[in-house]
């Protein structure tokens, strides 16, 4: 099996885990590629792996499936610490999940991008897909902004807010979440917006259907566009952001021994003892 072991070479703990077990990996008789996670060469140094094992967090495989998901590579997210939602396995048990893989005993769960275009006038400044969300926000003066929605071209509404976020299922568990949106089970495609903070505005999430097609016009400034917490760009009033789902897929490896996402739900929101084992 070709296995792609991608870590970020500042984190002490995360090279010394990658290189065990890519020692061990190869002593098992595996073609491995050990690769610093650079978002911009990963996908192409990755390509044509059968998995790329991911060292890190979920902020770590949040950069690591952008790069990715275009070349189809499958991600075994493994964490160095408590269990996220993206990262599936620990550095404790991967051995086990690795022989798992290995034998061809894991499915892949496909995850949805959202895809983010930003307009000035005619021109595209940015188009990035995104796993979690897309974000539209104040900037750094401490006051809310309009933004304009539209959904499928039709005009919805103008909120007066300290931003709006734009999330997919796999989303829903973090920003969105903290701010009062819905939880989305993973394996759909639907996306949904909520605001941050409204002002006499409407406050409620909605959800929208896979295919439908998100138009964020700003009307204020300084605004910033922020693309799952890790990119961001400055806007100025009349920028557009169109937000869709992208034709891309993000590729998670899944097995049998690994917590199903209602354990990880109740275990980490919930905060019910016993979900996870």
């Known amino acids: 099996m070709r ?20 020692g061990r990996l190869r002593e098992a008789g595996h073609d ?39 070349v189809g590579v499958p ?6 610490g408590r269990l996220g939602f993206l990262t599936a396995t620990s550095v404790e048990e991967l051995d086990h999940t690795l022989q798992e893989v290995t034998s061809g005993r894991f499915d892949c769960e496909e995850r949805t991008l959202v895809h983010a275009r ?10 990035v897909n995104a796993l979690n969300d897309v ?26 807010a300290d931003g709006l976020i734009v999330a997919t299922a796999t989303g829903s568990t973090a920003y969105a979440f903290s701010v009062g949106g819905p939880i989305i089970l993973p394996h759909s495609d639907a996306l ?18 896979g295919d439908q097609r998100l138009e964020l016009i700003v009307r204020d400034e300084p605004a910033r566009l922020s693309l799952d917490g890790q990119e961001e760009h400055d806007l100025v009033a009349g920028d557009r952001v169109e937000v869709r789902r992208s034709g891309t897929v993000v590729k998670l490896v899944r097995t049998a021994s690994m917590p199903p996402f209602l354990s990880l739900l109740k275990k980490k929101i919930l905060k019910e003892d016993g979900g996870v084992g």
């Open 118 to 127: 930003l307009t000035r006038g005619a021109t595209e400044l940015v188009h």
């Open 75 to 80: 991600i075994l997210g493994v964490n160095l």
């Open 192 to 209: 949904m917006f909520v605001p941050i903070a409204p002002h006499l505005s409407f406050r409620n999430a909605v959800v929208l259907d």
């Open 32 to 70: 491995v590629a050990e690769l610093l996670l650079e978002p911009r060469s990963l996908g192409a140094e990755a390509s044509g792996a059968d998995v790329a094992c991911v060292f890190g967090g979920d902020g770590t495989i949040l950069r690591a499936a952008r790069a990715l998901a275009p």
């Open 3 to 22: 296995i792609a072991i991608a870590f970020r070479e500042d984190r002490a703990a995360a090279l010394e885990a990658a290189r065990g077990a890519a």
């Open 135 to 160: 974000v539209v926000a104040r900037g750094p003066l401490v006051r809310s902004i309009h933004v304009e929605v539209r959904i499928d071209g039709e005009p919805f509404t103008v909120y007066w």
